[in-house]
């Protein structure tokens, strides 16, 4: 049974930085590529990021790049998601997706609160 | 960026009947392995979203077959036939073509 768990959120000030980690299990890890999407309170759901099965590439939207960094560790089958410069508008609920033909799978989610 | 833009539906939808989902895009999701790069997904209440349907038209694994996917290289609807009561939440859209990846704003299913 694949399985995505991420850890590492919580309550931040602006301009801090947070971590995010996915464990997966149930699946070849090396094989995938990985994403982040969040969902903003209320919200609908917004592409983070995303990295190859080699970690070789990665891929941002404006809105992040810069600032976010995905990464990988294949051995240890943990996605991971730094976050720098944090701000009120990254506010949300972060899933780790396994992207197969689509984001066939993902996680139940984390919640980032960034408030002074 | 290509841009997802879906309708809404006439909520709520009377249990047993059936009801369809546009999504519009802004580009042509037909590429050139003539796949068509849409997916759907349902977001139930509280929970994570689910994979429905990718390549505009093939079921996930696991879904019902009273889930449907079609359309042209822009255009998609996605068919639920015999409303349920499971099937309350909200549907996306979104085009796996090309990088950013982007999603429709959702449309809420609501069962009377």
């Known amino acids: 049974e694949v399985q995505l768990v991420e850890s590492g959120g919580g309550l931040v000030q602006p301009g801090r930085s947070l971590k995010l980690s996915c464990v997966a299990s149930g699946f070849t890890f090396n094989n995938y590529w990985m994403t982040w999407i969040r969902q903003a309170p209320g919200k609908g759901l917004e592409w983070v990021a995303s990295i190859t099965n080699t970690g070789g590439s990665t891929y941002y939207p404006d809105s992040v790049k810069g600032r976010f960094t995905i990464s990988r560790d294949n051995a240890k089958s943990t996605l991971y998601l730094q976050m720098n410069s944090l701000r009120s508008e990254d506010t949300a609920t972060y899933y780790c997706t396994r992207m197969g033909a689509a984001f066939d799978y993902w996680g139940q989610g984390v919640m980032v609160t960034v408030s002074s | 960026d290509i841009v997802m833009t879906q309708g809404a539906l006439p909520n709520p939808v009377p249990s047993g009947e059936s009801a369809s989902i546009t999504c519009q895009s802004s580009?042509?999701?037909?590429?050139?392995?003539?796949?068509?790069?849409l997916n759907w997904y349902l977001q139930r209440p509280g929970q994570s979203p689910q994979l429905l349907i990718y390549?505009?038209?093939t079921r996930a694994s696991g879904v019902s077959d009273r889930f449907s996917g079609s359309g042209s290289g822009t255009d998609f609807t996605l068919k639920i036939s015999r409303v349920e009561a499971e099937d309350v939440g909200v549907y996306y859209c979104q085009q796996f073509l090309e990088f950013p990846l982007t999603f429709g704003s959702g449309t809420k299913l609501e069962i009377k």
């Open positions: 390549w505009m038209s």
């Open positions: 580009k042509s999701l037909l590429y050139s392995d003539g796949k068509t790069y």
